[in-house]
């Protein structure tokens, strides 16, 4: 910012300078004022001998004081050696002239070299500046992280006017300690809301400690996959945030979704930590935390809801198609295996024809977990006119990123 205000007042010192130079230049006189100046010049020495004899008389007429003879009171108007003497001599006046001249232009050009010369220091001053300010802009752009994101701090459990939260429990479960910075979930806390569904629900509040004890900041990507043995087809928890050097703060989250009673489970999906320059840790591998040492209570209330359409000895897959008319199915995939999968389901196909969708993407699920996805359907209004009697299939594929041989896919299978 200084060396912003220093280049703007040497901009306008340069412009000043400039308009100095130029009218320096433009106001040397004219030839008929140099004239001018001479003959005053040549009267001035003439008129220091102020008197003269009168013509008349013969006595002495001061011209400085007297208008006429104080004698005879005779004119001297006409007066031969007056006229002589107050007669203009015009070499001397060329001459005069021709010196004011030659100084007045020595003198600007002297002027003018002296408005030069600053004017040269001040634009090598200006370009010296603005060298300066690329160096340390190309310095500060690699020596700096060039954060521009808001840093998350300290922040409220309380985000809105209408929840209130009660603590519940304090795992206090470390989930990150690596690279001078170190992630634990602290407390969880719980909001009812009665009545809303018929039934006791519970969303739920948690909160996270992050000490960063690098000396630049850092950004964390983390993804909660499953809580208490539920999936769904977005992450339970999704961080995305940035945390400054040195910092040592308490943020909070949402945890949205099922029926839970309580929180006694989480399992991270992935987890990457990197600063402005590098990747510092990634873990795509799913991993598990317990935050209750009691278990957690399993949803069964769903579980014998609608038709199996797939199963091996792995996967279990349900749906049921749902009875607002608007083609939309719920989908429920059990993991029966010991192994940790991804699902993507994008292929969708209507009475054989491809059409477009959005069903799962990279979506985890445990081993020994369930996903419930209440929202499977296809794109377009060409879908909700045909999907009524038409024969829906989708293609889910499962990959384990602790060992591909266990990966696979079903092809395409129909919905009911």
Do not use: P, Q, Y
């Given at each position: 910012m200084l060396l912003v205000i220093a280049m703007i007042i040497l901009l306008i010192v340069i412009i000043a300078l400039i308009i100095k130079y130029v009218y320096v230049q433009a106001h040397i006189l004219s030839s008929k004022e140099f004239r001018k100046t001479a003959?005053?010049?040549?009267?001035?020495?003439r008129v220091k001998n102020t008197e003269i004899t009168c013509d008349y008389c013969g006595g002495v007429i001061d011209t400085a004081k007297d208008k006429r003879c104080p004698n005879c009171a005779a004119v001297y108007g006409e007066d031969a050696e007056f006229k002589n003497r107050f007669k203009v001599?015009?070499?001397a006046v060329e001459k005069m002239a021709n010196t004011a001249a030659n100084d007045a232009v020595a003198k600007a050009h002297q002027k003018g070299l002296e408005t030069l010369k600053q004017l040269r220091v001040a634009i090598i001053v200006l370009v010296c500046i603005f060298a300066l300010m690329?160096?340390?802009?190309v310095f500060t752009d690699r020596s700096t992280p060039s954060y521009t994101h808001k840093y998350r701090g300290n922040e409220e459990l309380k985000h809105n006017s209408y929840s209130e939260y009660t603590l519940i429990d304090s795992p206090e479960?470390?989930?990150?300690?690596?690279d001078g910075v170190t992630l634990r979930l602290m407390k969880v806390y719980a909001d009812t809301d009665n009545g809303t569904y018929g039934r006791p629900s519970y969303s739920y509040r948690v909160a996270f400690s992050l000490v960063n004890t690098r000396k630049e900041p850092v950004t964390l990507t983390l993804k909660c996959v499953g809580v208490n043995g539920r999936c769904k087809s977005r992450d339970y928890i999704y961080i995305y945030s940035h945390f400054d050097k040195n910092?040592?703060?308490?943020?909070y989250e949402n945890v949205y979704g099922e029926w839970f009673e309580s929180i006694d489970e989480i399992v991270i999906g992935e987890c990457c930590l990197r600063d402005d320059n590098e990747e510092l840790y990634k873990k795509s591998t799913m991993e598990?935390?317990?935050l209750t040492d009691k278990g957690y209570a399993v949803i069964t209330d769903d579980q014998d809801?609608?038709?199996?359409?797939?199963?091996?000895?792995?996967?279990?897959?349900?749906s049921q198609k749902q009875e607002d008319g608007d083609g939309r199915y719920d989908v429920w995939i059990e993991n029966l295996s010991e192994n940790n999968y991804y699902i993507d389901a994008s292929d969708m196909k209507v009475d054989g024809e491809v059409n477009d969708s959005y069903i799962l993407y990279d979506a985890g699920l445990p081993a020994g977990y369930?996903?419930?996805?209440d929202s499977v359907y296809g794109l377009g209004e060409e879908y909700k006119e045909r999907a009524g009697d038409a024969a829906v299939e989708v293609s889910f594929s499962f990959s384990d990123t602790e060992d591909p041989r266990n990966d696979f896919s079903t092809g395409y299978i129909t919905l009911k």
């Open positions: 003959e005053k010049k040549s009267v001035k020495m001599d015009e070499k690329v160096v340390c802009a479960v470390t989930i990150l300690d690596r910092s040592d703060v308490v943020f598990t935390f317990k809801l609608g038709s199996v359409i797939f199963e091996n000895d792995a996967i279990r897959i349900r369930t996903l419930h996805h």
